[in-house]
């Protein structure tokens, strides 16, 4: 499932979102100190384009809180609302629903998205 998945996801609705992560990166990349939030929005970007063979474990400390709540007032919101939507709507189909819950996944990692970890199933580090 996993290439075919990610081809199929790319057109109907990955594209989409891993281009808000990267418009998200972008604008947190403008100001000096917004530079390593901007550079972990580019690696979830890479995840929102082709999620399936990855997966997100979540970590960290009180560094990573803070900078948390911090994105989730300045951008995450925005993010995860737009996943929500999109993964909501595609649930709504049977075909749809490994595809919505890709979305959901995302929604999650939108709204704490330091201290996660892409891990690739299948691979060997």
Do not use: D
Not at 100 to 120: D, N, R, Y
């Amino acid at each position: 499932m996993g290439c075919l998945g990610n081809l199929i996801w790319f057109i109907c609705g990955g594209a989409l979102s891993g281009l808000s992560w990267c418009l998200a990166g972008c604008l947190w990349c403008i100001t000096v100190v917004g530079i390593p939030v901007g550079i972990q929005c580019f690696k979830f970007a890479s995840l929102s384009f082709f999620p399936f063979g990855k997966e997100v474990v979540y970590s960290g400390g009180t560094g990573s809180f803070l900078v948390n709540m911090i994105w989730l007032l300045v951008s995450g919101l925005p993010l995860a609302l737009e996943h929500l939507v999109i993964g909501i709507a595609l649930c709504v189909t049977v075909v749809g629903i490994p595809f919505g819950l890709q979305q959901l996944k995302l929604a999650k990692l939108a709204l704490m998205p330091f201290g996660a970890e892409i891990i690739f199933r299948g691979s060997v580090f």
